[in-house]
């Protein structure tokens, strides 16, 4: 079957940096995408990652290995507002997207 | 920016009722998509569809339909209201992929659908 593995719930310091994990076993791979989405509202696109390697998009980078299954994205400077589930995604053989459960992320003053 | 509108933030309704959840996205994308949010899982899809009036099956479209009589719009049906169907529901859009480059979906806010 077709899986995607991320933390339930992780917390961070205001200011700090975090790193969130993803691996995944699909039939397949055609992209590996990140999302926030805050409570109560529709997921917002983040990073989109197809070959190996890091993207940064200023506070935010996301890093792919296809030969390990693996996904990390990373946050700098934490801010209040970062607080909120990170979801993510791989786009399989057939173009569907498999979708984590989500990582909470609680930041604290 | 993309704008997906889903017709109600919050429903509730009756076990057996009919139950429309209307979508509409003003980006002239092709591909639409209904998933299912609930606490714990990841978002499951429903229904999608990569033209108007084509429709596929998502991994779980079982007690629901749909309709993309238009480009713009795409409509989830509940044909006959169940609990195990209370759930957050939400629509995306997304243009085509090009080559390896795959398009994000973008999400309407969701409806929060209880039924009792």
């Known amino acids: 079957g077709q899986n995607i593995d991320q933390p339930t719930e992780m917390t961070a310091t205001e200011g700090a940096i975090v790193q969130i994990n993803c691996t995944y076993q699909?039939?397949?791979?055609?992209?590996l995408f990140w999302y926030q989405q805050h409570a109560g509202e529709a997921p917002t696109f983040l990073s989109y990652?197809?070959l190996d390697g890091l993207e940064e998009k200023g506070r935010f980078s996301s890093f792919l290995s296809r030969s390990k299954g693996y996904s990390y994205l990373l946050l700098k400077e934490l801010q209040m507002k970062d607080s909120a589930s990170y979801l993510c995604?791989?786009?399989?053989?057939?173009?569907?997207?498999?979708w984590g459960a989500g990582t909470k992320l609680i930041i604290k003053p | 920016d993309v704008k997906v509108t889903q017709s109600s933030r919050y429903l509730v309704k009756r076990t057996g009722e009919k139950v429309f959840l209307e979508c509409v996205q003003d980006?002239?994308?092709?591909?639409m998509f209904w998933y299912r949010q609930d606490p714990g899982l990841g978002l499951r899809l429903i229904y999608f569809?990569?033209?108007?009036?084509?429709?596929e099956k998502g991994d779980i479209p079982e007690g629901y339909s749909v309709s993309r009589e238009k480009k713009e719009r795409f409509s989830l049906i509940l044909e006959s209201a169940s609990t195990n169907q209370t759930s957050m529901y939400l629509c995306?859009?997304?243009?085509?992929?090009?080559?390896?480059?795959?398009?994000?979906?973008?999400f309407g806010d969701g409806t929060r659908l209880s039924i009792l």
């Open positions: 980006m002239d994308h092709e591909n």
């Open positions: 990652n197809v």
């Open positions: 995306a859009s997304s243009f085509p992929g090009e080559g390896v480059v795959n398009q994000p979906q973008h």
């Open positions: 699909t039939s397949g791979f055609n992209g």
């Open positions: 569809s990569y033209d108007v009036k084509m429709k």
């Open positions: 995604a791989v786009m399989d053989s057939n173009y569907q997207l498999i």
